[in-house]
């Protein structure tokens, strides 16, 4: 079997998100499930970013920017706390990992009864 790229790295940001979900549960807002997961990425990773701006280009040029709720390394994770992924959010993922040039993305959701993780590259 083919290992997935960067999967121990990603497999701690799981862990770490996991951890928060069974403390917290599926109820908050996320910007408490961000504020949770800061405080349980420090036990796997002595460095990572929240709430990034990532530069989005057009043809070379920066013409924008946007928030990331995470970068660890060089993986983009984006967290929710919603009932469901919908639609948008796989879209807004991709279209932030290609914008900004990124090649992994996380998205995680804390809104269901049990962790949500959805893994994107961006080729």
């Known amino acids: ?4 790229y ?3 790295i990603t497999g701690k940001i799981i862990k770490a998100a996991t951890e928060v979900h069974k403390e917290l ?3 908050f807002m996320e910007v408490t499930y961000q504020r949770a997961l800061a405080i349980e990425l420090r036990s796997y990773f002595e460095e990572f970013q929240r709430e990034v701006k990532l530069p989005i280009y057009y043809k070379g040029n920066q ?3 946007r928030r990331a709720d995470f970068v660890i390394e060089d ?3 984006e967290i929710k706390a919603k009932s469901n992924f919908e639609e948008k959010d796989f879209e807004q ?4 990992l290609k914008a900004s ?3 992994l993305g996380l998205l995680i959701n804390f809104g269901e009864g049990k962790i ?4 994107f590259i961006n080729d």
Do not use: Q
């Open 6 to 8: 960067k999967s121990e």
């Open 75 to 77: 993986i983009m994770v």
């Open 1 to 4: 079997m083919k290992e997935l």
């Open 25 to 27: 549960g599926p109820h």
């Open 93 to 96: 993922i991709l279209c932030y």
């Open 63 to 65: 013409i924008d920017t």
């Open 101 to 103: 040039k990124m090649k």
């Open 116 to 119: 949500n993780v959805r893994r």
